[in-house]
């Protein structure tokens, strides 16, 4: 080991670390807003990838279909919600089709898009849009009805999406993987170094998104809306704030989140309809670090998850595995000393 | 009384159907869903071709997922012998599988043909033979070539799991006896996004030769990384990575790659008097002609060659009992045994009383990479 190699390590280390940190925000940002442990969030990093592999045979990808089967399932889940609380059938047809337009919108405009071709960056774009309209209706169909449960509750449920988004994942886009051509395929060396334009996009993303969220969080009406189911859920409902429009909003944002993800990592490797859940549970791993409360800290420690990583393959590479995710019991064990009980759970 | 009619007569089409009944069952246990599924799918599709009858009996295959899981595949096998009472059992894709498989059918004394090599000790595998090549049997093929091209060191890159494991502990012994010496052996797991660091390791204990030992597409992301580290030694990889899949995701990184490889997948290139010319060509054009142009697969053709084994088998235990009964299961088995050298798409078979692989030395193919196709050095 010497600089030369320690420096490519902690590059390589850096770009997975800056892929982690961003499902680590995301698995935070929807623990904190609803409660959720969000298990599938690695599912919308494969479907992101996925769809824009397919998107480059020039076929429709399969997501396309499954938006729409999950968007009239959610539209005739609010239909008969509205129906039985307010007995009139304006406001029904109302709320359901408010649920049904975007993704009716995003799968036409796919399906025409799909065997013309398109620059890559299009159909980039429209990967993420087919995946982020995933978000909203994912939360109308397994979580919304189950919004008051316990945490425990809803981590159940996450899993049971998680195994049914892998395997549609498996229907979709076969058992075999799909690497995306680069985004920017130019190298730079620096001394003993080769940075590659991938990573350069990838880092730069990560900053603009957690830019993005600040801003987001910190100026805008909905972001402190946001912010106050977090801190209160009550006293937020209390005040106005919708509970279940802010779950859709975030878990929108947290497909958002995971459908870039998979296009930052698509081109460095082979991503299979099951290669998420690996990933966002080191994204998970980090948001645990950080005790599913502090964006700063899910950043930092999936930067840390990513540098150890590549130093654990380096020096051990049969025991990667174990090295990173035993990470997470010196944590948990510093947290549980150091945890001070309050009274609102909540 | 016309009720008491009715029933004699539901009483005699039941037992009348129940002879009938007697038709040869055969349990399938594949890996339709998990990480498995890119070698169990190909295996199903061609069973949709598998004989409708043998030797005149009738034959139902009843084809059971396990998930790439080792409990819900010993399940799936308890659940075969006790409730469908099956003759034989296929299975699994997955070695770690197909071992779980192994104890349930030993003690149900059912044949069990597994479709991945199952490193269970000679004794353990009274029941179990194996359609696919030993590792060994592939690593002789490798290792002979790579004496041809003067190499002298070896790096390994493999799976962290039992197919890598196996391969390693197949091809070190041989590589000793040929003088050479694996000088590195680092892993990955499939899930990986990245295998720089063992890339870089493996790089600067330059070896001549590199031993990339992974799947289908999972096969080309560790190859790319060694050829991204500047690595310009030979790579070779395994039959489990002899797939278009390998040079579709590896594109010109691959180029010039050593692949090995059972015979059937690369059925019109084998020299004519090659013995499984002839069924490899029909294995292909059958398996093509249903899943499409260019889809051939190694797993594909272990299906294909269980139809072969069994057609050769199910005559000679007849002459032992009924399908259904101990003494056919039995009769079976002992069929496997002593029916002798037997040709398949994937080379010549010959499983005795001490040897349940069967395969000889002979019968791994090397390829090359050449424009985006394999080429039989």
Known sequence: MDFSIASILTLDGLTNGAVYALLGLAIVLVFTVTRIIFIPQGEFVAYGALTLAIFQTGKVPGTVWLLLLLAAVAALMELVQVWRTQRRALPAFKAAARLVVLPVLVSVLAIWAAPQLLPLWVQAVLSVAVVTVYGPLVYRVAYQSLESSTPLVLLIVSVGVHFALTGLGLLFFGAEGFRNPAFWDTRFTIGPVMLSGQAIITFAATVALIVLLWLYFERSLRGKALRAIAVNRTGARLMGISSQASGQLTLTMAAFIGALSGLLIGPTTTVFFDSGFLIGLKGFVAAVAAGLASYPGALIAALGVGVIEAFGSFWASAFKEVIVFTLILPVLLLRSLSSKHSDEDH | ?377
């Open chain 2, 1 to 377: 009384m016309k009720a008491v009619k009715t029933l004699i007569a539901v009483a005699v089409t039941a037992l009348a159907s129940t002879a009938a009944l007697a038709d040869i069952n055969v349990g399938v246990i594949l890996s339709l869903t998990g990480p498995g599924s890119g070698l169990g799918i190909p295996m199903q599709n061609q069973f949709k071709l598998f004989p409708q009858t043998i030797a005149g009996e009738k034959v139902n295959l009843i084809i059971l997922d396990d998930a790439s899981d080792p409990g819900k595949g010993a399940a799936n096998a308890r659940r075969l012998v006790t409730e469908d009472k099956v003759d034989l059992i296929i299975g699994s894709c997955l070695t770690p599988v197909a071992a779980a498989i192994t104890p349930v059918a030993t003690e149900a004394k059912t044949v069990q043909l597994a479709a991945s090599p199952v490193g269970v000790p000679p004794g353990a595998d009274q029941w179990m033979f194996r359609l696919p090549q030993g590792n060994d049997v592939m690593a002789h093929a490798m290792v002979e070539h790579m004496k041809k091209q003067g190499v002298k060191t070896i790096g390994f890159l493999g799976y962290t799991d039992a197919y890598g494991e196996l391969w390693l502990k197949a091809i070190t012994p041989l590589a000793e006896k040929a003088g050479m010496k694996v000088v590195a052996a680092e892993r990955f797991a499939r899930t990986d996004t990245s295998v720089t660091p063992q890339a870089l390791k493996l790089t600067a204990a330059n070896p001549d030769a590199m031993l990339v030992v992974a799947s289908g597409s999972g096969a080309a992301m560790p190859h790319k990384a060694i050829v991204e580290r500047g690595y310009k030694g030979k790579i070779y990889q395994t039959h489990a990575a002899a797939t278009p899949d390998l040079v579709r995701i590896g594109g010109k990184d691959v180029e010039g790659s050593f692949v090995v490889s059972g015979p059937a997948v690369i059925a019109e290139q084998l020299p004519d008097n090659h013995p499984s010319k002839k069924l490899a060509i029909d294995f292909v054009t059958q398996y093509e002609k249903l899943v499409g142009q260019g889809q051939r697969n190694q797993f594909a053709g272990h299906s294909y060659d269980a139809a072969i084994a069994l057609n050769k088998a199910v005559p000679i235990a007849l002459k032992k009992g009924k399908p259904g009964t101990p003494e056919f299961r039995a009769g079976l088995r002992d069929a496997f045994e002593t029916m002798g050298r037997t040709v398949f798409a994937h080379g010549v078979m010959n499983w005795t009383k001490d040897d349940h692989w069967g395969y000889t030395n002979e019968t791994g193919v090397m390829l090359k990479v050449v424009d985006g196709k394999f080429k039989v050095e």
